[in-house]
Each structure stands twice: as C-alpha cells, then as structure tokens.
C-alpha cells in the first residue's frame, strides 16, 4: 500500500496524516506521529476523511443548464459557455457587474489564482470568500489594535499556559486538536474560565462558566476590565511603554458598574470578579476565541474589547499569552493571506495604496488594477438581488446553506444571469448554477494550506483525479485564458514562487522548505526560520492600539411575539453545509439529523418532549426541527446547528451586518417556537 503524508482538509488545527491509496483508490488514513499538530492523533472527521473522497456523487464532468435541466458535457463545450457569457456580461455591464466567490477549502495557490483572475483577468475587485462570514471582524479588529489579525501564537502554546480564558469557541468539538492542548494545559494545573451561553464540554474542566446572554460580550469584558483597573491589576509599565489611547479607553469603563453589567449579561457581579482577578493575575494567561465573538453586528467592537484587555494586562508579544482567534476552515487563513477579500492583494496589502497598486501591476504584467472597492459576500448577494451583480463565479462554497437568510440568498442567485458553480459535489448552490465545473478533492491535487496557527504546509497528491475532473489551479488557468488573461504556471509550486515574489510575509516560503512541518508566517526570506508567535518587540502597527468601546445590542431583540434569543453554530460530527461529512457514513450515523436544544424549563413550558418535531420561527422563515431538551442551552435560549439542508438554520438567521467588516449576525436573532402539528 502507498502511503501519501498530507494535510487535512477539515478544520484550521492542520492536523497532518497519512492517507493509505490501495490501487489508485484512498482506502483510509493514520495520523502523523512526528507532526506538531497531530503528534498521532486525531478527531472523528479526520481518521475518516478517505471516505467523501470515494463517494459515488463526486462530480465526474462539467455540467451545463440545457432547458432547465443541468446535463453532462465535455470541458471545450462547458468552457465555451462560460467564456461567452463571462465576456458579453463583462462588455455589457463592465468588470464590477461580475463577481467572485473563493474557497477556504482550496489551496493558497488556487485563492492566489482566483483574486488574480477576479484583478488582473476581469478587472474587478469583487472578490471575497467565507471569511467574510466567519473572522473578517477579527481581520478588521485586530488590523486596528495590532497592524495584523492572525492568531498571535501557536497551538502548542496553549499545553504551557496558567490561565485560559476561552470565550465563544466550543474547541473541543470544533477545533478537536487545540481542545486536546487545553485538556492537557489543565491536566498541568491551568485555570481555565469559559465565557459561553451554552455548557460546551470545556466546561467540564472550568475553573469558572460565565453564561453571558448571547450579544453582551462588550458588557461582560467591560466589567472585568472595570475591576481590572479599579483593583490596580493592569499593566502600567506595559500599557506606557507599548500602547497608545489608554485615557479615552479608560473613560468607558466608568459605565459599567458590576450592577448594570450583571443586568446586561446575566452574569453574576461576583464571577465577573473572579473572573477578571484570575486573568490578570497570571503571567501566562491566554485568550481563545472563535465565532461567540465576531458572528455579531458587533463583531469588530467584540474583538477590539478582547485587544483592550489583552493590552490592560499586557498579555500579549510573548509566549503563552496572546489573543488567539482560532480559524475555522483548513485554508481560511490562507485565503486571506492570498488576498481573496475585496480590499486586500496577498499579504493584507491594500490596492488603495498606489505604489502597491503598481508593484502588482508590473508583477502581473497589466496595465491597470481595478481601483474601486469591491463587494463582500452578502453585498454580493444583494446587489445580485437587485440585479445590479450580474455574473458570480462560485469556487468551493454553499451560499445556498451557508449565508444568513438563505430565501434572500436563492432570490439573489435565480436573479443572476450567470452563475457558475466549481466545487467537489452538486451543493444546493451548484444545482442553481447555469454551469457547474467539477474540481478535484484536496486528496488529488498538491498545493498548500495555511492552518490557524500561520503555519503552511503541503498537501501532495494521492491519486488521480475522478472522471474527468480537474484541480482548480488548473481550471481558473483556463478561465483566464477565456478572459483573454494568460495564465500558465506548470505546478502549484511555481504559483508559489510568484506569491513568494509579490508578498512579503511569505517571502521565504518555498515548496522544498515546506517537506518536513511547514513554515509560520510572516516568513520573509529564503533563510527566515518562520515566527512562533507575533508582537515580539513591538506590534506589527508600532504600539498596541485601545479602542474606546460601548455595549450594543444585537440588531433584533427578543420581544413578546419571538421571545427567544436564537444562536446557532456547530457540532463535532459534521462540517458546515454537510457536503462531505454527511457522506461519510461513520459520521451521518452518528448526527443523521438537524435539531434545535431547548431548555428544559423552556420545553416544559411550551409542552415540548425530547424527541418532538417543533417548528422554529423568525422573521425570516421557518423550519420544522426535532427538538433536543437539554440544559446546554439556558433558559430563552436556542441552538441550532447549520448543517442540515432539512432544517436549515440559515433560513431563520438575520443578514443584518456589522457596518466595520460586513460580517453578518449568525449568533443571535430573534424566535419563536412551537410544538409542530
Ligand atoms: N466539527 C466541526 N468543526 C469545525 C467546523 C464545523 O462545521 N464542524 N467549522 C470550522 C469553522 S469554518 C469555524 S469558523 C470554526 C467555528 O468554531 P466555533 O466558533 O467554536 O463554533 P460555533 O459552534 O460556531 O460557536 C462557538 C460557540 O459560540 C458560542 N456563542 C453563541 N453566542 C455567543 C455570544 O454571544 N458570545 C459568546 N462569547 N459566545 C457565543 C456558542 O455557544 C458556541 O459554543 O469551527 C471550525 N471547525
Ligand atoms: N447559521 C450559521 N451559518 C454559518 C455559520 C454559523 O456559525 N451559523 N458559520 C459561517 C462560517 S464561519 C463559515 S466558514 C461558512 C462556511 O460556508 P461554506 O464555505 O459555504 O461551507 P462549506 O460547506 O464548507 O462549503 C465548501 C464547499 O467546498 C466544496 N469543496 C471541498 N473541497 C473542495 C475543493 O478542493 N475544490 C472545490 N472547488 N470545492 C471543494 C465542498 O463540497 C463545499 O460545497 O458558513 C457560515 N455560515
Ligand atoms: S482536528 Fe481538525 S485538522 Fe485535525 S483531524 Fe480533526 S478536523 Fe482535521
Ligand atoms: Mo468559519
């Protein structure tokens, strides 16, 4: 049997493994013993990730919309289609009516690909992809307090910390490699507090659980830092020396008093206390967070409150202790990284700014960059609505179930005239499509994914593609060619030169520097070892920014006729839309099924049993949905994970956006909820 070393393809931990090809098909894996991530294990998704791979459904041949019904065809007809109608939209209505949606499931040199076909081929800066739904309130808040929005450190980090504050990540579940470093952190002795409205397993291991009410994190860490200052816990040499904008910040904290904050969050004055005493008094004390914190309209003003409180400690620009936002796809940071975001080329560096403008205009031999703002994810969508977008090319994503108020998203993409879907499966999306493209699976292509941690690292292939299938790099070549953009790189490796060339916080990554475990960004010379963690000596923006911030509340409260807060997320067993874990049959056996939790006095109440179909409400639509009675959820609350297309949670989330990143409010809206005739 052959065995390929590879990267997974699940989450951001970047476990690295082995997958196990018996005659040209991949029959199962084994983790890497020596990798730092994996160090021979893995969760459920990853010891079974050989079977999506094998699924008779891959997507085999190009497929286009004859008479309403998408048929097989060869690439030169499919290609032709695509060509012609991306061409007349673009003459029509010029470069921005035409869109592009990137994948964080594809590798950094096809997301390089994909921004440079959307800048260099089409012309618009209409590039985004889901970090949009997912840490674009981290990239936008950080950018401000630090000059640069990755985790600060490295997971391995975690093992050695006394204090962890984790807050709006369910890591164990979710991030199953980074929840084993926090089991073991505790095992050494660590404190570990959890600010999470829901009783994730972590909590088990809590020295401490504030359940704030879903959308009043500000509030809450407000109030401990309000006591942080009041107790003469902070940092006073720190704050001097490596921070500016204390006294504004300092002013807010005077409204919130424990009392009100108490009031805010429900979160008892006397934890809050605890809580803040715990965080900072400890030297090795870390913040780890996910999508509690930005999936709000509040989403930047969250994270710019954990950056407030990471520099009132001065916990930050050392090891084992940072701010730790862990992403969530195995490439979304990436994808970021490769510029797939309308504001950004690679390595975060603005279009804006004139003279980068010209350093890629030379680079990619073109005479001018697009120079107007491009559209993100759910601006795309309306605009598509309104029928001012008018093509969306669509590369490894499910808008379909994954964006908020999906009824809006299917209006938006039947009102297109063109949508071409590229993915691995026919998703919800891909059955819209008027072409659909089929890519090949991570397990058939090289390239390079960047884990949470910054960390690049391979992926080699193991076996041939299906039908006739092609990897993505290979496809937008060709679309690009169509666009009249020539684009002809003989392997991912020679992107990776061009990317290495054009961006300096990968400037010494290079493919035979990759073969052992990968390098960490930022990365910028051929002989740079890579960088643990960031913030050393000084923040990549000089000093350490404070932000004045006040509480919000979320753009819909609960009132009498949706008395319920609804937040919905994820679950161990499954991965977003469901496309490749509800094929694998380990995994749908266990979570065959979507299902809302619902608290036992609440279902006690309403007349509801464990097991019962409800129907769950909002101003959006409605769903029917088995009902979970479990004290996860406290009371007038409700959890229901996105996975499942049968109840789609995204027909009942709000697209309200925070103005700063245009993240949407995944995390809280209001419900109601009844037992299902
Ligand atoms: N098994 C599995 N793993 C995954 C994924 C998957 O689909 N399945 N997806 C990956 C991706 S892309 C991502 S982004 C990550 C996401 O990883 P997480 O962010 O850990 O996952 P979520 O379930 O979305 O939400 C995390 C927690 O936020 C809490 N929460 C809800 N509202 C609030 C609030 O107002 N404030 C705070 N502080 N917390 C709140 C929820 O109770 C939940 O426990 O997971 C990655 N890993
Ligand atoms: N209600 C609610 N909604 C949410 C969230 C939430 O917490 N609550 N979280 C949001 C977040 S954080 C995220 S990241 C998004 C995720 O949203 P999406 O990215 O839309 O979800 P996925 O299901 O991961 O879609 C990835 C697609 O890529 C395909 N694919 C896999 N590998 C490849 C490949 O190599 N090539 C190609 N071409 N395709 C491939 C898969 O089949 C799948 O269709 O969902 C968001 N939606
Ligand atoms: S922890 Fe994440 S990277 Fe590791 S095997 Fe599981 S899904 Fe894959
Ligand atoms: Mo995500």
Known sequence: MKKVLTTCTYCGCGCNF??????????????????????GILCVKGWNVHEFINHPARLKTPLVKKNGALVPVGWDEALSVVGEKLNTIRRQTGPDSLGFLSSAKCTNEENYLMMKLARAACGTNNVDHCARLCHASTV??????????????????????????????????????????????????????????????????????????????????????????????????????????????????????????EKITNVPA???????????????????????????????????????????????????????????????????????????????????????????????????????????????????????????????????????????????????????????????????ADVVLPGTSFAEKDGTFTNTERRVQRIRKSVDPVGQSLPDWQILQKIAKLLGYKMDYGSPAKIMEEIASVTPIYGGIFYDRLEEFGLQWPCPKREHPGTKFLHREAFSRGKGKFSPIDHLPPAEETDREYPFTLTTGRMYFHFHTGTMTRKTSQLHREHPEGFVEVNPADAKELGIRSGCFVKVITRRGSINIRAQVSTIVPGKTIFIPFHFREAAANILTNDALDPKSKIPEFKVCAAKVEVSQ
Not at 18 to 39: A, C, T
């Open 18 to 39: 082995y997958l196990q090809v018996r005659d040209g098909e991949v029959v199962g894996v084994y983790p890497s013993k020596k990798h730092p991530i994996s160090q």
């Open 270 to 432: 006397a934890d809050i206390k605890k809580a803040a005493r715990l965080y900072a008094s400890s030297k090795k004390a870390s913040i780890i967070y996910s999508m509690g914190i930005t999936q709000h309209t509040t989403g930047t003003d969250n994270v710019l409150t954990l950056a407030n409180l990471v520099l009132l400690t001065g916990h930050v620009g050392f090891p084992h202790t940072g701010i730790n936002p862990l992403r969530g796809q195995n490439n979304v940071q990436g994808a970021c990284d490769m510029g797939a975001l309308p504001n950004v080329l690679s390595g975060y560096q603005a279009w804006a700014n004139e003279e980068l403008r010209k350093k890629f205009e030379k680079a990619w031999a073109i005479e001018k960059l697009p120079d107007k703002m491009g559209l993100t994810v759910v601006e795309m969508i309306n605009a598509a609505a309104k029928g001012e977008l008018k093509a969306l090319y669509i590369m490894g994503e499910n808008p379909m179930l994954s964006d908020p108020n999906i009824t809006h998203v299917e209006e938006g993409l039947r009102k297109l005239e063109f949508l071409v879907v590229q993915d691995i499966f026919l998703t919800e999306t891909a059955q819209l």
């Open 140 to 261: 936008a808040g950080l950018a401000l307090a630090f000059g640069s929005g990755a985790m600060t450190n490295s997971i391995n980090e975690v093992e050695d910390c006394d204090v962890l504050l984790i807050t709006g990540s369910n890591t164990t579940e979710q991030h199953p490699a980074t929840g084993n470093r926090i089991i073991r952190a505790y095992d050494k002795g660590a404190k570990i507090i959890i600010a999470d409205p829901r009783e994730i397993p972590l909590a088990k291991y809590a020295a401490l659980h504030m359940r704030q009410r879903p959308g009043t994190d500000i509030a809450l860490f407000n109030g401990m830092m309000k006591v942080i200052v009041d107790e003469n816990l902070l940092d006073k040499e720190y704050i001097e020396m490596r921070t500016e904008g204390f006294e504004e910040f300092r002013k807010v904290l005077a409204r919130y008093p424990l009392e009100q904050v």
